[in-house]
């Protein structure tokens, strides 16, 4: 009997059984990609598989459109490629596109995410909340080669870098906490998301 525990630690499941059965196999499942969809977005979903539908041959379906763009990653062999397979050849924005290469690569990749961008800012007078705006690839790649950098300077911790993204996170949802309990909860409501 299967144990479905491990999609209840969604990410865990993504870093130890995703990411080594993608290096192995060179390739996603319908599945496993859309798991890291999930764990990013999971309002997502159904708008990420028309545009796989729309954008790899109509004659594939959500499987086969999911092996193609997958493949492509796996077959590009740097990182800055991998992001322009992503970005420009199936028409993903920042946000997902960082969050797929993060499960992928997470040595190379860091999410792009509006908590830990709006606490670079606020850190360092930076403009990063606004990088997935961004429309020309060479001009976005630039900004988030820029944007991981800060992040994997962010602490003097000795983390990985996926630690440190979640060490942004989860300060940059504290202080929020910390802002709403003063406010005591009245207001705009505040929502969070993860990674």
Known sequence: ?????????????????????????????????????????????????????????QRLNLAQAVKALTVEIAQAQKSEERMRVLFEGWGFHLPMASAILTILYPEDFTVYDIRVA???????????????????????????????EAVANSTSLDLPLRDKDRNLWGRSFYEQLQKDLKNEFRGRPTTSSSP
């Open 118 to 148: 709006t606490t670079l800012d606020k850190d360092g007078g930076t403009e990063f909340g606004r990088l997935s705006n961004v429309i020309a690839f060479e001009k976005m790649w630039a900004g988030y080669e820029q944007f991981k």
């Open 1 to 57: 009997m299967d144990s479905y525990v491990k999609y209840y630690r969604l990410e865990q499941y993504l870093l130890e059984e995703v990411n080594p059965r993608f290096r192995e196999q060179g390739y996603l499942e319908p599945e496993d990609f859309f798991c890291i969809v999930i764990w990013k977005a999971n309002r997502a979903k159904s708008r990420i598989a028309a545009r796989l539908l729309k954008i790899g041959d």
